[in-house]
């Protein structure tokens, strides 16, 4: 990708490919200035990844080299990854989807170190690596598909049950409905193929 090669060029250092490990994505060695990132992240979380990874470069160059101790993951590293990360978000930028950018445009005021669990950065990610095989579908079997509606064919505002949670229905995407966990009243990318149980049709 233009962009990665383009920032990578502007603070070069080595990187290396390797097969995945089940805790780690991604690393970086400031004594080697070596960047590790896995062989099986789909193309959205690899350049994510990558990213993350290049800021530590930065930070390294920028503090740790000049004798200042600032933290790995602290104020200085956020600013760094998400200016890297806001191009991405741009209308105009052509490697990634809408949904993608609309999620990462959320997800920038509050980044971290990780991405939580079932985020809809973290959810996103999951469903872009299981499409392409990358990954497995986290206890998905035909049992959940069979007999129930898919998620496609539930109207827009419905509440519906899917894996013990209830949901709203918010608006169909290409391949996912946005739906609201109703406890939480976070918003959630489920894909439209799975079955779910319909609570409520809205009336009218
Ligand atoms: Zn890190």
Avoid at 145 to 164: H, I, K
């Amino acid at each position: 990708m233009p962009y990665c090669a383009a920032e990578f060029r502007k603070t070069p250092c080595s990187i290396h490919v390797v097969r995945p490990r089940k805790r780690l994505l991604g690393t970086y060695k400031p004594r080697t200035l070596e960047i590790t990132l896995n062989a099986n992240l789909g193309p959205s979380r690899f350049v994510f990844t990558f990213l993350h990874e290049l800021a530590h470069h930065r930070i390294n160059r920028d503090f740790w080299k000049q004798g200042e101790r600032v933290a790995a993951h602290g104020a200085e590293w956020r600013h760094y990854f998400r200016e890297l990360l806001w191009p991405l978000t741009r209308p105009d930028f052509p490697a990634f989807s809408e949904d993608y950018k609309e999620i990462l445009y959320r997800y920038l005021p509050n980044i971290r170190a990780s991405i939580p669990q079932n985020s809809p950065l973290y959810n996103y990610f999951m469903q872009e690596e299981i499409a392409l095989g990358l990954k497995k579908a986290p206890e998905s079997g035909p049992a959940e598909v069979v007999g129930l509606p898919a998620l496609a064919e539930v109207p827009v505002g419905s509440t519906f049950t899917f894996r013990q949670k209830n949901y709203r229905k918010l608006k169909n995407r290409r391949s996912f409905a946005l739906c609201e966990e109703l406890s939480s009243k976070k918003n959630y990318l489920i894909r439209l193929y799975v079955g779910v149980q319909v609570e409520e049709v809205p009336k009218g």
